[in-house]
């Protein structure tokens, strides 16, 4: 098996944008309204373009502190994001950065440290795209708990039933992923490997890693997340005078 991943080169990479040219086109002449699309698609491109040359230069960083700054940032702005269909405050904006922190930060140490055995432990070309993995994931599934419990509370559902509820909503897409991949889908880390030479048995290997990660951190941060939200929510209820 070949062990060299092509070079794709700008002209072959431009043959990509020909179907985008085609949906846009249909966007336009069905709806009048391909703007949108038209902005995400640059929009994405000015992204990976940046990123590109960010993660290059953070690749080769030699300082610890480097990337533990950057895993910082991913997991403010993930605590922030998580919170975006629900009304804010600074509890819940701290409650979940702290589910997060416990939660997603336990799985990567595990993974990095325990399953990976990294040298040096803050290797950035493993760490970085390993915590986001995990953060994106962990972050989408607390998304959804904290909608779906303020709607549940709303409904005047006790806060101990709404937490399974939330916690079951949240995990379906997780739990889907699961059922599917082999089946379905080859997960994008597993294709990748496969891509660049890796064999088969070794990227399987890999992705059992990444959907056990992706699903222990989901459950951990987003139970822990639903569970800050009952106690701060008795401790008001004890605060008020009867």
Not at 134 to 160: C, H, Q, T
Not at 220 to 226: H, V
Request: proline share 5%; glycine share 8%.
């Amino acid at each position: 098996m070949a062990s060299e991943v092509p070079t794709i080169s700008l002209p072959a990479l431009a043959l990509a944008l020909v179907p985008v040219a085609v949906t846009l086109g249909i966007l336009h002449r069905w709806t009048r309204d391909a703007v949108t699309g038209a902005y995400s698609v640059a929009r994405m491109l000015g992204q990976l373009l940046v990123i590109g040359y960010f993660l290059d230069y953070l690749f080769n960083a030699s300082q610890a502190w480097v990337v533990l700054a950057v895993l910082s940032v991913m997991l403010f702005a993930a605590g922030w994001i998580s919170l975006r269909t629900v009304q804010r405050g600074r509890q819940m904006l701290v409650h979940a950065i702290l589910a997060l922190l416990a939660g997603s930060g336990f799985v990567l140490l595990l993974t990095t440290q325990g399953v990976l055995h990294l040298q040096p432990w803050y290797r950035p070309d493993y760490m970085i795209p390993l915590a986001g993995m995990i953060l994106a994931n962990s972050m989408n599934a607390l998304s959804l708990a904290a909608d779906r419990f303020a709607s549940e509370l709303a409904r005047g559902v006790a806060p101990v039933e709404a937490r399974g509820i939330a916690l079951h909503t949240a995990m379906i897409p997780v739990i889907n992923a699961l059922f599917a991949v082999g089946l379905v889908s080859l997960p994008g880390m597993m294709t990748g490997q496969i891509l660049s030479g890796v064999s088969p048995l070794v990227a399987v290997r890999y992705q059992v890693m990444i959907m056990c990660m992706v699903f222990g951190a989901s459950g951990i941060s987003t139970a822990l997340y639903l569970q800050l939200c009952i106690r701060a929510g008795a401790a008001k209820q004890a605060e008020t005078p009867g």
